[in-house]
T-cell receptor, first 113, second 114 residues
Framework: QKEVEQNSGPLSVPEGAIASLNCTYS??????FFWYRQYSGKSPELIMS????GDKEDGRFTAQLNKASQYVSLLIRDSQPSDSATYLC?????????????FGTGTQLKVEL | NAGVTQTPKFRILKIGQSMTLQCTQD?????MYWYRQDPGMGLKLIYY???????DKGEVPNGYNVSRSTTEDFPLRLELAAPSQTSVYFC?????????????FGPGTRLTVL
């Protein structure tokens, strides 16, 4: 079982719609969760972090965390063509060497005009 | 602040050659990381450092070496390059290595080994 799983997509949504990106993880002890946006040929950019159950909103982005279900999601409201990118879910995992981020393979989002 | 910078942006190596990928951060972060990203795959941790003089292996360290002589710099050395090392390499840094370790990435180095 992969430690962090994401649907690879592509997820296509029309401009102005809500995009919903999902991520599941296997380590019940994980405490911190991050969403990175990666444009083609560019580096990952941190857009959201969430540490406790519930919702966290930042502008058009809302991260949702449910530790009991081991599930974290990212909602993008009023999707714009500029949101077209790959979204990486990252989960903090504590190992013998300390805290490390484990990344999912990403979901490709396409926002269509 | 420039953040995390990496050089070179692109490089083509022949099998068996060696090279050093440079990484510098100006955020005074103690923690630095090297990842590789292959097409359709997630980021894989190669090596990390918790401060000057302290480094440790990540998930995929074979074929690589690192050193950390200053807080700012964390170079990655490839010895005897192989086609399997064709990838995009990202350096990242964070202020802490607790569970709240928000990591910030450099622009990446695209390496091809032929």
């Amino acid at each position: 079982q992969k430690e962090v799983e994401q649907n690879s997509g592509p997820l296509s949504v029309p401009e102005g719609a809500i995009a919903s990106l999902n991520c599941t993880y296997s380590d019940r002890g994980s405490q911190s969760f991050f969403w990175y946006r990666q444009y083609s040929g560019k580096s990952p950019e941190l857009i959201m972090s969430i540490y406790s159950n519930g919702d966290k909103e930042d502008g058009r982005f809302t991260a949702q965390l449910n530790k009991a279900s081991q599930y974290v999601s990212l909602l993008i409201r009023d999707s714009q063509p500029s949101d077209s990118a790959t979204y990486l879910c990252a989960v903090n995992v504590f190992t013998g060497g300390g805290n490390k981020l484990t990344f999912g393979t990403g979901t490709q989002l396409k926002v269509e005009l | 602040n420039a953040g995390v910078t990496q050089t070179p942006k692109f490089r083509i190596l022949k099998i068996g050659q060696s090279m050093t990928l440079q990484c510098t951060q100006d955020m005074n972060h103690n923690y630095m990381y090297w990842y590789r990203q292959d097409p359709g795959m997630g980021l894989k941790l190669i090596y990390y450092s918790v401060g000057a003089g302290i480094t440790d292996k990540g998930e995929v360290p074979n074929g690589y070496n690192v050193s950390r002589s200053t807080t700012e710099d964390f170079p990655l050395r490839l010895e005897l390059a192989a086609p399997s090392q064709t990838s995009v390499y990202f350096c990242a840094s964070s202020y802490t290595d607790t569970s709240y370790n928000e990591q910030f990435f450099g622009p990446g180095t695209r390496l091809t080994v032929l």
